[in-house]
């Protein structure tokens, strides 16, 4: 998709103002996680960013605080190829005593060319796209509901996903196929991946709505952010993208501050409340994936289940060993 083909429905002009809000968002020193702490800390919202690389992530806050004047920005250390830094990072954050309303899951990896394992003995996309993730969102949870019970403003929790979701198998995610190397295939894999990241969506607004009614007012959603030129595709040639030219990615990509409208949309829009915007997978800018842009196992209710108890499980397990 071209820059030119890109529908803009929603601009960082209408996110309102967001004074008296916390936002959470992993990966936020580059690329469309970057170009989301911008645009949340340009609105007044405390922002705290998780991240591996501190240099990296002090510096954007620095850029990010020169920038907008807001000073309300810290940074939280975490491997996501960590689990048990993962859940420090989550109690440093419960630590803070502040309430929760808007959770981006940002940080990814994509394609890793070699079978790797994460320090926790996972797949290390898994491990970094989807358990990381749902380990922090699984801790958090709890303030993410009584923010939403106590507070004025509606939460969101926001997964970015891709479009890549397609290069699943049909049948979804192997799940028996987590660690065994004769079956990985970096593409797929990063598939399977980023149809965990919509699935989770789903099955947390599913969870959330049974719990406390279907009116509660926790917003779960995952987007496609378009083809964005990131860090994240560092693995990946040219021809990747349709093309041999080596300039190709700068010919098709959206930059980062393009790619996050998405994300932003979704985290601060009133639109998502008042739409009632639930479980949804968006595509480019303000609009519900069309017939073809999403696996077809991502409407599957049993899927969603049993992907879920599936990561419980896992973490469950993996954690017990800390």
């Not at 083909?5 to 103002?17: A, G, I, L, Q």
């Not at 008296?20 to 645009?39: D, E, F, M, P, Y």
């Not at 964005?228 to 030219?245: D, H, I, K, M, W």
Request: hydrophobic residues 40%.
């Amino acid at each position: 998709m071209t820059k030119s083909s890109r529908p803009v429905t929603f601009k960082y002009t209408d996110v309102p103002d967001l004074t008296g809000q916390v936002a959470l968002i992993t990966g936020a020193s580059t690329g469309i996680g970057k170009a989301t702490l911008s645009a949340l800390g340009a609105k007044g919202a405390h922002v705290v960013c998780v991240g591996r690389n501190p240099e990296k992530s002090k510096a954007a806050i620095d850029e990010v605080v020169r920038a907008t004047g807001n000073t309300k920005v810290d940074y939280i250390e975490a491997d996501l190829n960590d689990l048990a830094s993962v859940n420090k990072a989550a109690s440093a954050f419960l630590a803070m005593n502040l309430p929760l309303h808007m959770l981006v899951l940002n940080a990814g990896v994509m394609a890793l060319p070699k079978f790797e394992l994460s320090k926790d003995g996972i797949e290390q996309q898994f491990a970094t796209n989807h358990f990381a993730h749902f380990l922090l969102t699984e801790r958090l949870l709890p303030t993410l509901e009584q923010t939403a019970l106590s507070g004025a403003h509606p939460v969101r929790v926001v997964s970015v996903s891709s479009g890549a979701n397609l290069w699943a198998p049909k049948d979804g995610i192997h799940m028996d196929q987590l660690n065994d190397e004769k079956w990985y295939q970096p593409m797929r894999r990063y598939g399977e991946t980023k149809l965990a990241n919509i699935l989770m969506m789903q099955e947390l607004q599913r969870r959330l709505e049974a719990k406390h009614g279907k009116n509660v007012k926790i917003y779960c959603n995952s987007l496609h952010p378009g083809v964005v030129r990131t860090e994240l595709g560092r693995y990946q040639a040219p021809q990747s993208f349709g093309s041999s030219n080596k300039d190709a990615p700068k010919m098709v990509f959206l930059d980062p501050v393009e790619g996050a409208i998405s994300s932003v949309y979704l985290a601060t829009s009133p639109d998502v409340p008042s739409k009632n915007i639930r479980g949804q997978y968006y595509w480019d800018q303000g609009r519900v994936a069309r017939k073809g842009e999403l696996h077809a196992k991502a409407g599957d209710l049993d899927h969603q289940k049993t992907v879920w108890v599936w990561s419980e499980n896992v973490i469950k397990q993996k954690m017990a060993r800390l």
